[in-house]
Nanobody, 124 residues
Framework: QVQLVESGGGSVQVGGSLRLSCAVY????????LGWVRQVPGKVREAVAS????????YYGDSAKGRFTISHDNAKNTVDLQLHNLKTEDTAMYHC?????????????????WGQGTQVNVSA
């Protein structure tokens, strides 16, 4: 139905930047809401950002506000997450996710479709 493939993770130093990208394949009518969720082993998953693909409305978690930007390219059907001013606590596996929902996405943890993730490592 829907496949999500992330790319762009890597290792950077504190203060650096990365751009994560997620290609969305399949039934786009099932991906009204796209987002990024990050996971650190042994810790609870954290919702980073989400976007309504029709209106372009964006939502950010507190840790992402002012540093991260989520965007959607309708033509390419990709959702990107630009990371700036990275901190060591941003080290995590970042997963792209999608869900069909009527109305605003809001910042969310629950999605129907998930990518495998891309690792971000931030060192001091």
């Amino acid at each position: 139905q829907v496949q999500l493939v992330e790319s762009g993770g890597g290792s950077v130093q504190v203060g650096g930047s990365l751009r994560l990208s997620c290609a969305v394949y399949g039934h786009t009518n099932l991906t009204h809401c796209l987002g990024w969720v990050r996971q650190v082993p042994g810790k609870v998953r954290e919702a980073v950002a989400s976007i309504n693909t029709d209106a372009g409305t964006t939502y950010y978690g507190d840790s992402a506000k002012g540093r991260f930007t989520i965007s959607h390219d309708n033509a390419k059907n990709t959702v990107d997450l630009q990371l700036h001013n990275l901190k060591t606590e941003d080290t995590a596996m970042y997963h792209c996710a999608a869900v069909r929902i009527n109305g605003p996405c809001y910042l969310r943890m629950f999605y129907d479709y998930w990518g495998q993730g891309t690792q971000v490592n931030v060192s001091a």
